[in-house]
């Protein structure tokens, strides 16, 4: 098969741990020029509308990468695929093709969902401490935010992709959770 027939999906959040279709191959891989934030704001898989939880988008910074994984698709059920993930990456994603460096040494094109500034649902930078919180106190129809840094955080752990700020919030987000004032705002509000 030719290269240009081959569909690629680059997964750098729950697509990680959660791809929900079948695929040919899977790699670790890099796209450059991009960069992992937990900027998007989900009030409709891991928080509420009174209360967003914070989900990971990419944002544009030339001399950094983003590690993830890129799944090979079938070419005959993409497009079904990409109709399942629209509906799953609905709230502010969009697809957009980018070049990716698999861990096998090819270079190839394929489709990543992000979340761009424009969106309506899109929250920004903040400073760590509410940035922790606002995942600390989220929870939605996926569950909780906390989950959702966790399962993240553990499976770039499991593929060996080190990542700086899902890690310093994770670590955040952990300490918060253990401290009892926090705890009791939980409980409080669930
Ligand atoms: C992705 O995983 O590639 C998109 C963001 C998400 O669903 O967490």
């Given at each position: ?72 698709i079938e ?48 929250l920004g ?27 993240l955080g ?37």
């Amino acid at each position: 098969m030719a290269s240009s027939d081959r569909v690629w999906v680059f997964g750098y959040g729950s697509l990680i741990w959660r791809p929900s279709f079948n695929f040919l191959n899977a790699h670790v891989a890099w796209v450059d020029g991009w960069s992992r934030r937990f900027w998007q704001g989900s009030t409709d898989h891991r928080g509420t509308p009174g209360a967003p939880g914070r989900v990971v988008t990419l944002v544009q910074i030339s001399d950094q990468y983003c590690g993830g994984v890129a799944y090979e698709i079938e070419p005959e059920v993409a497009t079904q695929v990409f109709a399942e993930l629209d509906r799953r990456e609905i709230q502010g994603y969009g697809r957009r093709e980018v070049e990716m460096r698999l861990n096998n040494g090819e270079t190839i094109r394929g489709i990543v969902y992000i979340a761009m500034e424009k969106n309506p649902h899109y929250l920004g930078d903040d400073v760590l401490s509410h940035i922790a919180k606002q995942i600390a106190c989220a929870r939605g129809p996926s569950g909780s935010n906390w989950d959702y840094v966790k399962r993240l955080g553990g499976a770039l752990r499991d593929f060996g992709i080190v990542d700086a700020h899902v890690f310093e919030v994770e670590q955040a987000v952990a300490r918060l959770i253990r401290a009892p004032l926090v705890k009791a705002h939980l409980r409080g509000s669930s």
